[in-house]
């Protein structure tokens, strides 16, 4: 049986519901990333991130993934470089919830997001509440560079500030993934970012976050990157995506034995 949303007949879609399967819907990106990764490195990150989960929960736990929402909103600094579609904030909200309560209405109790891409984040979490406002149902977000980011603070190579957009953490991923899609030679650290501060996460893995500020803008980038994608390597990227999956399926199933 497939664990694919769109692979069901209504019949089946009636079985699932009936099962309480829980829904997952990965939310990925179009846009630049540097001159070495390809535009939907963060589409292609959702999508892997999703079948994994499924792959590790299913059949014990019947689910659905759902197809992957592969545009959405970028700042408009990431316009300087071809290829970066972007979805005005609140046509993006509108689709996402539009999509959510769909299956929420139909009946499903149970959905997760995989929110895999940085600027979506605050507004995933605002359709999230007006989710719960609509129809009494709690839904979930969750990250893979969040649920990874112990492991590879653990193994990374590269300093505090060379993990943030088509760095060594998505490198990594993608060299995982898709090797074939990633060339290398085109990588360089010269967006490595240098700005430090007590209130700023220079990085999206190290430094304290204290308050919201970009740093975007603080750094011209030259590449389109924005952290240091040399010291990327597949064998971290599979230590990532082992270690999203893991916490993710671990989560889950909290969250199911809750419900
Ligand atoms: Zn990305």
């Known amino acids: 049986m497939s664990y694919y949303f769109r692979d069901q007949s209504?019949?089946?879609?009636?079985?699932?519901?009936?099962k309480k399967s829980l829904l997952i819907l990965p939310v990925g990106t179009t846009e630049e990333h540097g001159p070495h990764m390809p535009v939907d490195a963060d589409a292609r990150i959702a999508e892997a991130y999703g079948k994994s989960l499924a792959e590790a929960l299913s059949p014990?736990?019947?689910?659905?993934?759902?197809?992957?929402i592969r545009y959405g909103y970028s700042m408009k600094i990431m316009r300087q470089w071809p290829g970066t579609i972007i979805v005005r904030t609140r046509v993006f909200?509108?689709?996402v919830f539009d999509i959510c309560r769909s299956v929420l209405d139909m009946g499903?109790?149970?959905l997760v997001l995989l929110d895999c891409h940085g600027h979506h984040s605050g507004a995933l979490n605002v359709v999230s509440r007006e989710l719960c406002d609509a129809t009494d149902k709690s839904i979930a977000i969750i990250s893979p560079?969040?649920?990874s980011a112990d492991e590879f603070n653990a193994i990374r190579k590269s300093e505090p500030g060379g993990a943030c957009h088509a760095c060594e953490w998505e490198t990594?991923?993608?060299l995982h993934l898709s090797p074939e899609v990633v060339d290398m030679s085109k990588a360089t650290d010269v967006d490595h970012i240098r700005y430090h501060s007590d209130f700023v996460a220079g990085d999206g893995f190290q430094g304290r976050q204290r308050v919201t500020w970009s740093t975007w803008f603080l750094q011209p980038s030259q590449t389109g990157c924005y952290g240091s994608p040399t010291f990327a390597s597949a064998e971290t990227g599979r230590v990532m995506l082992e270690a999203a999956t893991n916490n993710g399926a671990q989560f889950i199933k909290e969250m199911w034995d809750r419900e």
């Open 10 to 18: 209504w019949p089946q879609m009636q079985e699932h519901l009936d």
């Open 60 to 68: 014990e736990m019947p689910l659905l993934l759902m197809d992957t």
């Open 108 to 110: 499903f109790d149970k």
């Open 93 to 95: 909200m509108d689709y």
């Open 172 to 174: 990594s991923v993608l």
């Open 145 to 147: 560079a969040k649920l």
